[in-house]
């Protein structure tokens, strides 16, 4: 296997997160399990074989590889791929992948769809994506994937099999859908992007973005360019009800002992323990 791009990867209840991550650099994310990429801003080579892919944003570190993972898949023969993207971004996307195409004498074969905040997408029969509309300097989404459960109805709990079985036959409704939110992807976002949409909260993987960590930073010229600062994530420590939390898209301005140590003075338990810095 070619190994061409540094990754980190961490496993949490049976889903493992893997990418790499840095402001201005470049992000991206997959969930094997789920099958599932978030953004492109570079391609590790065994990240082809995951067929879709949600885009936060188009800014360079997010979107900059988009032509390299079509055109491999095509060249090993893989199926194209479905990339979901902000509706504002999917124009212009596919002229820069034309633009390739004449530029690399390669076909770009690819499906591009575009997302509106709310929409949702059926990934797998277990589970559905959402976006969510997020802040930042462009149109921006994030991202919500819920488990699809079905519980049995409270009415009928208690019932033997055979009853169950009969009431099915008669075509009554036995069970009522329930959705887990599973992991939570926000791209890059200042904090309304959080607090407009609580599901980030809750759901057991949170991958959210932490851009400033050094307190000399202001805060309102942060914020104005749509990204987040470790005191955004103190003063709302109380609200983070996920298992775990990765912060990632981390400034290149600070090296990674500084980042720990600014980190660990403004949250001392780390979030009770659930908060993991994507560093090298």
């Known amino acids: 296997m070619v190994e061409n791009v540094p990754i980190l990867s961490h ?7 893997e990418g790499y991550s840095r402001a201005a650099v470049q992000t991206c994310w997959r969930i094997n399990e789920l099958k599932l990429l978030f953004d492109c801003g ?35 023969k893989m199926d194209p791929p479905v990339i979901y993207l902000p509706d ?21 074969p690819c499906e591009l769809v575009g997302l509106l905040p709310g929409d949702q997408t059926s ?9 969510l509309e997020t802040r930042h300097t462009i149109d921006s989404l994030g991202f919500i994937v819920h488990q699809q459960r079905h519980k049995l109805k409270p009415e009928f709990v208690g019932l ?15 069970t009522d859908e329930v959705r887990i939110p599973v992991v939570a992807y926000t791209g890059d976002t200042s904090p309304p992007g959080l607090d407009k949409n609580p599901v980030f909260y809750d759901a057991k993987i949170l991958i959210s973005e932490l851009t400033f960590v050094a307190p000399e930073h202001r805060k309102d010229k942060i914020h ?33 002992a500084q980042v720990r140590r600014l980190v660990k003075k403004a ?6 323990g659930k908060l993991k810095l994507w560093l090298d």
Request: net charge negative; glycine share 6%; no cysteine.
């Open 11 to 17: 496993t949490h209840d049976g889903l493992t997160v």
């Open 42 to 76: 570079i391609q590790p080579w065994d990240f082809m074989g995951t067929p879709t892919m949600f885009i936060s944003h188009a800014h360079l570190d997010h979107i900059a590889a988009l032509p390299a993972y079509v055109s491999r898949r095509r060249m090993m």
């Open 88 to 108: 504002s971004a999917v124009d212009d996307a596919w002229n820069m992948l034309q633009q390739f195409r004449r530029l690399d004498r390669g076909a770009m």
């Open 123 to 131: 990934i797998s029969r277990e589970y559905i994506v959402t976006a």
């Open 160 to 174: 033997e099999g055979n009853e169950i079985r009969e009431l099915k036959i008669a075509g009554t409704e036995i």
């Open 224 to 256: 104005k360019h749509g990204h987040m600062h470790v005191d955004d994530y103190r003063q709302r420590a109380e609200k983070f009800n996920n298992e775990l939390i990765i912060a990632g898209h981390l400034s290149t301005r600070y090296s990674d």
């Open 267 to 272: 949250l001392p338990e780390m979030l009770d």
